[in-house]
């Protein structure tokens, strides 16, 4: 998954890019919590950078298709085929949530 930080505004602005700030969570159709990046890399360094309409900051994240906890705590089991929903964070801004289908 490409998980970007962009801004519609015609002003730079400086936001937190680093790992504490960033997070990418699936959840089933229903709500139910599935994964999340922060469960098995939780925090990070601070890393301010200049956003800007021609200069967003993208990473990819990758998801193996298995079911977390925080803490990465339990056993990793496949997540079942169907409908997910995915929202990315930066800070306190959300993305739209997002359609995945695992067949």
Request: proline share 6%; with cysteine; glycine share 10%.
């Amino acid at each position: 998954m490409r998980f970007v930080v962009a801004t519609n505004s015609d002003t730079t602005c400086l936001r937190d890019v680093g790992g504490s700030q960033n997070e990418v969570r699936i959840t089933s159709a229903g709500g139910k919590r599935i994964w999340s990046s922060d469960d098995c890399n939780p925090g990070g360094a601070a890393n301010v950078r200049p956003i800007s309409q021609s200069s967003p900051y993208a990473v990819t994240v990758e998801w193996n298709g298995k079911v977390s906890k925080p803490g990465c705590s339990g056993s990793k089991q496949e997540a079942s085929k169907g409908s997910y929903v995915v929202v990315a964070r930066n800070g306190d801004v959300k993305s739209q949530p997002e359609p995945l289908i695992l067949n």
